[in-house]
């Protein structure tokens, strides 16, 4: 109808700026709860950081406005997860989507045996990714390559898992906590648990409980947003929260605003600029003696 587009386009410029935490359901890809938000949200511009499997709920980190600008330089470098591992199949996957390859008896795998086969995954290890990763090999995602009928050999490769801890057990069933850094598979320490124990295991349960600084407590459900459609973190509070902190007088917070550079303040790391009034100005990163801005935020 005449006029439509000018109501929409008043509508996203009054969307503000900032990231929404959401609570990923299972069977939604990354890509299908940007899609969601971008509906509820009113603007195109929004993107993710952090994929989760489409099987996988828990928390995704989503950008809006200027908040996007944040996504590439958010410290999501260590990442905490609930799971469930179930043992006696190896599938495909190493989860529960994949074809069963093997089968065995895990009736007679002791509570010890586990233990210690979850100690030798705790540390820093070597780990070979699951065969349908999203990694790229030769330029192609090892996922679309095993689709396409390939053999995929993805090397290994050192992750940290600081906790690989058992909750519960269920049978042959192993509800755990794991902590570890960005590029681990928790998939992958299913699948090395059970060959570990000689029964096969893969993953059929896994929720992201946290990301970086951002943790399940942040986080809203798709139905949350829709009844109620507001950011988790203004741009300037996520600023705040997600880098270490520099607070500017008038005339430094002038200089960076015109994208010039700051005299540096012995600051590791790339770090959060704030105006006299609390506006986070730019991400600036220090090199020699001046800071240069990574992301100017609030332009002149």
Do not use: W
């Not at 969307?15 to 899609?35: N, R, W, Y």
């Not at 591992?85 to 007679?108: K, M, P, Q, R, W």
């Not at 030769?138 to 995929?152: F, I, Q």
């Not at 699948?191 to 990301?211: E, M």
Request: proline fraction near 5%; hydrophobic fraction near 45%.
């Amino acid at each position: 109808m005449p006029g439509d587009g000018q109501e929409e386009s008043l509508h996203v410029n009054a969307v503000p700026s900032g990231l929404v935490v959401v609570d990923k359901p299972a069977g939604l890809t990354s890509h299908d709860v940007v899609a969601r938000l971008r509906r509820i949200l009113g603007t195109r511009k929004i993107g993710h950081a952090g994929t989760l499997d489409p099987m996988a709920t828990g928390v995704l980190v989503c950008g809006v406005g200027r908040g996007t600008k944040l996504l590439g330089h958010l410290a999501l470098d260590t990442k905490a997860y609930t799971a469930t591992v179930h043992l006696g199949a190896a599938t495909t996957t190493d989860d529960a989507e994949g074809e069963i390859v093997s089968t065995a008896d895990a009736g007679a795998v002791d509570d010890a045996a586990i233990a210690a086969g979850m100690a030798a995954l705790t540390g820093a290890i070597e780990q070979v990714p699951s065969s349908v990763s999203a990694i790229k090999i030769d330029g192609k995602r090892a996922y679309a390559r095993v689709r396409a009928g390939e053999e995929v050999v993805i090397p290994a490769r050192p992750v940290t898992v600081s906790q690989f801890r058992l909750l519960a057990r269920r049978g042959d069933d192993l509800d755990v906590v794991v902590d570890c850094s960005s590029g681990t598979y928790v998939r992958a320490l299913a699948r090395d648990l059970g060959a570990a124990l000689g029964v096969g295991g893969h993953l059929t349960a896994l929720r992201r409980t946290r990301v970086g600084p951002f943790t399940v407590e942040h986080a809203r459900t798709l139905e949350q947003l829709e009844s109620a459609p507001e950011l988790t973190l203004p741009l300037d509070q996520a600023v705040g929260v997600a880098f270490p902190r520099r607070d500017l007088d008038a005339a430094l917070a002038a200089d960076i605003a015109h994208g010039r550079p700051l005299p540096a303040a012995g600051m590791d790391g790339t770090y959060g600029v704030f105006a006299p009034d609390g506006r986070a100005l730019a991400l600036v990163s220090e090199r020699g003696e001046l800071a240069r801005p990574v992301v100017v935020l609030a332009p002149a």
